[in-house]
């Protein structure tokens, strides 16, 4: 009997608990799904919540929820992509997400090959004005993707660089400030390009020194003053002193990628896919975060100082030059090792100090 009253009990509790979740409305919640939807760190976190009930499982793809879904939210695996990861990819953009566009799109231009429908899905979330999507759009055009290399429109990429640019894209400031000083797609204007990088420099390091808790502002002043117990933020004080000067920027650490950039590096890269390779002569950028591969053949531009090396921007040759490029590129070794022979030579002789310039690595057309 004992036993019988302590099991009636429980049923009893739990069917008070049940009660009380059915008698919440509609509205509440879906709005406390959207804000799970919004802050999720993977798509775990809100699928996780869709399987504890029926009721759940039907709110969790109301189209309110979808539309407020995050880059993480939306973020699928190439390794498990299957109809399914699709099909609510489909629904997020039918919701009329702005990170579904852009990652839908991506995946459909490069990875599936649909370039129509992957430069359509990408113009609409250009048109909510969202950043990656209007830069990627604006090296579709300067790198005459999908097409032949006729088909490249300088001026529409320097317009999308400039939108993008305006709301904080800082790759597409970089790549506006190259576009100034090379007179590429705009009349050249080597002062306008120099203060562009400048920019852009100076926002990737306070985007870094914001979205690490560990660092503050006042220790950008630490790196400058020769203060041997700085943070890993620039290689030394001088990398501090002359980043923001540079064509490259800082030797930042922090960056995160995006999940398309993770799905794309996944799907064409180790042979993880049968048919996850970019076609017969196409390479795929240098910058081993990127994951976009040529369309055609020589579609990006090779560094000029090796000729090993190739990207599909600005933006990714500088990253690539401060992660690794810079002490892999040959003939910089080279010149490095002879000027080196050469100064201790002609100190030997003189007994005199020569301070040598550095170089600056561009990337040409193949």
């Given at each position: 009997?004992?036993?019988?009253?302590?099991?009636?009990?429980?049923?009893?509790?739990?069917?008070?608990?049940?009660?009380?979740?059915?008698?919440?409305?509609?509205?509440?919640?879906?709005?406390?799904?959207?804000?799970?939807s919004?802050?999720?760190?993977?798509?775990?976190?809100?699928?996780?919540?869709?399987?504890?009930?029926?009721?759940?499982?039907?709110?969790?793809?109301?189209?309110?929820?979808?539309?407020?879904?995050?880059?993480?939210?939306?973020?699928?695996?190439a390794?498990?992509?299957?109809?399914?990861?699709?099909?609510?990819?489909?629904?997020?953009?039918?919701?009329?997400?702005?990170?579904?566009?852009?990652?839908?799109?991506?995946?459909?231009?490069y990875?599936?090959?649909?370039?129509?429908?992957g430069?359509?899905?990408?113009?609409?979330?250009?048109?909510?004005?969202?950043?990656?999507?209007?830069?990627?759009?604006?090296?579709?055009?300067?790198?005459?993707?999908g097409?032949?290399?006729?088909?490249?429109?300088?001026?529409a990429?320097?317009?999308?660089?400039?939108?993008?640019?305006?709301?904080?894209?800082i790759?597409?400031?970089?790549?506006?400030?190259?576009?100034?000083?090379?007179?590429?797609?705009?009349?050249?204007?080597?002062?306008?390009?120099?203060?562009?990088?400048?920019?852009?420099?100076?926002?990737?390091?306070?985007?870094?020194?914001?979205?690490?808790?560990?660092?503050?502002?006042?220790?950008?002043?630490?790196?400058?003053?020769?203060?041997?117990?700085?943070?890993?933020?620039?290689?030394?004080?001088?990398?501090?002193?002359?980043?923001?000067?540079?064509?490259?920027?800082?030797?930042?650490?922090?960056?995160?990628?995006?999940?398309?950039?993770?799905?794309?590096?996944?799907?064409?890269?180790?042979?993880?896919?049968?048919?996850?390779?970019?076609?017969?002569?196409?390479?795929?950028?240098?910058?081993?975060?990127?994951?976009?591969?040529?369309?055609?053949?020589?579609?990006?531009?090779?560094?000029?100082?090796?000729g090993?090396?190739?990207?599909?921007?600005?933006?990714?040759?500088?990253?690539?030059?401060?992660?690794?490029?810079?002490?892999?590129?040959?003939?910089?070794?080279?010149?490095?090792?002879?000027?080196?022979?050469?100064?201790?030579?002609?100190?030997?002789?003189?007994?005199?100090?020569?301070?040598?310039?550095?170089?600056?690595?561009?990337i040409?057309?193949?």
């Amino acid at each position: 009997m004992k036993k019988q009253r302590r099991y009636t009990g429980s049923v009893h509790h739990d069917k008070i608990r049940s009660d009380l979740f059915e008698s919440l409305h509609d509205d509440i919640v879906i709005s406390v799904l959207c804000k799970l939807s919004s802050t999720a760190s993977s798509p775990s976190d809100l699928i996780s919540v869709l399987l504890t009930c029926k009721r759940l499982n039907k709110l969790g793809v109301h189209p309110l929820v979808l539309s407020k879904s995050c880059s993480k939210t939306v973020a699928v695996r190439a390794k498990t992509w299957c109809h399914e990861a699709h099909r609510f990819l489909k629904l997020c953009v039918n919701a009329g997400n702005s990170e579904a566009y852009y990652t839908l799109g991506m995946i459909r231009f490069y990875c599936l090959q649909n370039r129509a429908s992957g430069a359509s899905l990408l113009a609409k979330a250009a048109i909510r004005s969202h950043a990656p999507a209007l830069y990627s759009l604006a090296l579709i055009q300067f790198n005459g993707s999908g097409g032949m290399k006729n088909d490249k429109d300088l001026r529409a990429g320097v317009a999308l660089c400039v939108r993008a640019a305006s709301l904080g894209h800082i790759d597409a400031l970089r790549e506006l400030g190259h576009c100034f000083q090379d007179g590429y797609g705009v009349r050249k204007n080597i002062h306008e390009g120099r203060r562009l990088l400048v920019q852009a420099n100076a926002r990737e390091l306070a985007s870094v020194l914001r979205d690490n808790p560990l660092l503050s502002p006042s220790l950008a002043t630490q790196i400058g003053n020769n203060d041997h117990q700085r943070p890993v933020l620039a290689n030394s004080a001088s990398d501090f002193d002359f980043g923001l000067f540079s064509d490259y920027g800082f030797s930042l650490t922090g960056r995160e990628m995006h999940p398309v950039n993770k799905f794309m590096v996944e799907w064409f890269g180790f042979g993880s896919r049968e048919d996850g390779t970019p076609g017969l002569g196409l390479r795929m950028c240098s910058y081993n975060e990127c994951g976009r591969p040529e369309t055609r053949k020589n579609e990006f531009r090779r560094c000029s100082g090796c000729g090993k090396v190739n990207y599909c921007s600005r933006g990714c040759q500088a990253h690539d030059w401060r992660a690794h490029h810079k002490m892999e590129c040959a003939p910089m070794e080279e010149w490095m090792g002879h000027a080196i022979n050469d100064v201790e030579e002609e100190g030997n002789m003189n007994g005199e100090d020569v301070v040598m310039e550095d170089r600056t690595v561009e990337i040409e057309e193949s």
